[in-house]
């Protein structure tokens, strides 16, 4: 009887607490009823049961949602496999088809049949196929000694491992099944997912980036916002609707499922759900893993891409060429490079050191009166580690961000080619010859100007030699010193002029006559060899520290879980599967300061500014709005939306996720965090994190007035 009053006693406050932060959690859906979350949902308004969200047997929502690409989420519109995402997800897409002449970043694409629709080489779209728990069959490998806890958590493990079930099971064969297998809580748990992927898709529709970027830069992690931020691809498939690469014949994806489309309208407490795959989160990190992430992660990548990005924007503006050739780099970079000056702001701002402070000292005492000896000891140990790694990850950081990030050219080695001419291997030495040309054009890809590099190395190659200590820098640095006198413009000016790879000419002098002393002479070739030198070095030293600090991990985040008993507690994000939800809610920034949770075409105006790439409105969309020609996706004001706000708990990954009302159907798609949400990926703050949404209402306006695409609206399952 006891231990049945415990059970009911617990049930409650896991419900009644869990409604106190309903807003925090990226939950797994496989463990929706067995952690109650699904009774959370429905106390915080959903009206759905857990197999309409995910039925490992059936249809549900979750088929209707996958990844798109390799970094963003897209959601199925239509039952011809129409999916709508980020404009920001799909840049590189359009980007990939943009040329000066047919300029789709300026002036959009909006394909008016399914023939016109641009194939898009290397775009995939990923269908969750199913999920299984395998955290017993880990652990028995480990209790069998076949592989250590460490290793039961590396990549290589968990991809042998994927094989070795898909192999077993009634999938292997399938066209397009791909297994993956990952850990959870640190190592706790282990779950295997099958992915179905699909290659053929097409580019539908993009909006002009005046309004899908509209703000751009100065906007980005801001509200109020007024971006018209999505794109639309299709999914293509043989006759028997199975992955297929591109052909003519392939047809759209018949789907099993997609989602409705609501332009009801929502208010102020609706309940909103967001179904995604959330890229990284670092939510159970100490104090001072806290201030490692802010001193040896943060800062340098600010410094670093700060100054790449000035380059580049010179350059852009200067060349519409380069303009196209960069700007899917350019919005990369800096968009986590804002990322990490808000993060670093608001972990100050919001307490987040106070916060983790405060966790800590109640792990402490759980940790004591449980007489738990390995709780008690797990934070202080993850300290002393994080004091001998963070000087390694803070130059780790810097090297990478420079010369893996930053600098493109540089990035070849012939060693095997160096050998066959030593050894007067004259076979392997043609085998070699005949794959330089190919090299030669990765490298000189239609999104590389050799000239727009070579000014950027100019600039990082002094700021990394200001940033790090001389005995802990590549060693092409001291050769540098040596035979330039510190000159790295001259250093620069002769690798991008005089290497192997620096041109055509130089490529082909090389290959008519390919010695031993061309290569152990060529700048590019040697710094090379001496950058990737040094990133084996830091990840050798670091190697061993993180492994230990990964068990530490798991110990404290068991212990973390426990603590919070009967309140359930969810995994770090790591690119899979997840469900959050929430309510459609403003805030207050700060003192005298409150923001309302949607806007309208009225800011856009407002915030028009024709001299100012990032605020150009349109002439066609602004005469829409003066005009109020929005038809019948307009507020009952008269007034047209376009982004609303939601206490959802998002992370990159999210992008291109649906937004969905109680009844499950479409109401936007998310696209950003505010800016004083920026900490978010390490604590979640219940007060001020926000996500921000693009209103499907928005989305459909644009479609149907800008882009003349009525026939995709006709696709689709509007709910008025």
Known sequence: MNRLKFYLWALVALVMTGAARADEGMWLLQLMQQQHSIDMMKKQGLLLEANELYNPNGVSLKDAVGIFGGGCTGEIISPEGLILTNH????????????VEHDYLTDGFWATSKEKELPTPGLKFTFIERIVDITDIVNKKIADKEVSEVEAMSRNFMQKLAEELYNQSDLKGKKGIVPQALPFYAGNKFYLFFKKIYT????????????????????????????????????????????????????????????????????????????????????????????????????????????????????????????????????????????????????????????????????????????????????????????????????????????FGGIEFGNVVLST???????????????????????????????????????????????????????????????????????????????????????????????????????????????????????NELSKQLKNMDNELALLHKTYIRGLGEMKLPVPSYPDANFTLRLTY????????????????????????EKENPNDRE???????????????YGRYALPNGEMPVCFLSTNDITGGNSGSPVLNAHGELIGCAFDGNWESLSGDINFDNKLQRCINLDIRYVLFILEKLGNCGHLINEMTIVE
């Not at 207050?588 to 009225?602: A, I």
């Not at 605020?615 to 020609?629: C, G, Q, Y």
């Open 200 to 403: 053929d898709i097409r580019m539908v529709a993009a909006p002009p980036s005046s309004v899908g970027k509209f703000g751009g830069e100065t906007d980005n992690w801001m509200w109020p916002r007024h971006t018209g931020d999505f794109s639309m691809f299709r999914i293509y498939a043989d006759a028997n609707g199975e992955p297929a690469d591109y052909s003519a014949s392939n047809q759209p994806l018949k789907t099993k499922k997609f989602l409705k489309i609501s332009i009801k309208g929502l208010k102020g407490g609706d309940y909103a759900m967001i179904m995604g795959f959330p890229g990284s989160t670092s939510r159970y990190l100490t104090v001072s893993e806290v201030k490692k992430r802010m001193e040896a992660e943060n800062a340098p990548r600010i410094r670093i891409r700060g100054a790449r990005q000035d380059v580049l924007k010179e350059a852009m503006a200067a060349s519409d060429k380069v303009r196209i050739q960069y700007a899917s780099k350019y919005a990369r970079s800096s968009n986590y490079w804002k990322n990490s000056i808000g993060m670093n702001k608001a972990i100050i701002d919001n307490d987040v050191l106070g916060t983790k402070a405060a966790q800590e000292a109640k792990f402490a005492d759980f940790a004591k009166a449980n007489h738990q000896a390995d709780y008690a000891e797990v934070v202080n140990r993850i300290d002393k580690l994080v004091a001998k790694t963070s000087p390694l990850n803070y130059q780790f950081t810097c090297l990478t961000e420079v010369f």
């Open 88 to 99: 920001h997800c799909g840049y590189d897409a359009i980007q990939q088809h943009s040329s």
């Open 615 to 629: 605020f150009v409105v349109p002439a066609k969309l602004k005469e829409l709005i003066l005009k109020k020609d």
């Open 417 to 535: 080619t160096r050998q066959a001419l030593e050894e007067k291997n004259d076979s392997l030495v043609k085998v070699q010859m005949s794959k330089l040309t190919k090299v030669f054009e990765e490298i000189h890809n239609k999104d590389y100007d050799h000239e727009v590099d070579r000014k950027v190395a100019k600039v990082l190659l002094p700021l990394y030699a200001e940033m790090v200590p001389a005995e802990q820098r590549p060693s092409i640095y001291k050769f540098i010193e040596d035979k330039y006198k510190g000159d790295y413009s001259r250093f620069v000016d002769d690798m991008y002029s005089q290497s192997i790879f620096a041109s055509k000419a130089n490529l082909e002098k090389f290959m008519k006559k390919p010695t031993v002393k061309a290569i152990d002479n060529d700048l590019a070739l040697m710094y090379c060899q001496s950058k990737y030198d040094k990133f």
């Open 582 to 605: 929430g309510n459609v809610k403003p805030y207050d920034p700060k003192d005298g300061v409150h923001f309302n949770y949607y806007t309208t075409t009225k800011g856009i105006l």
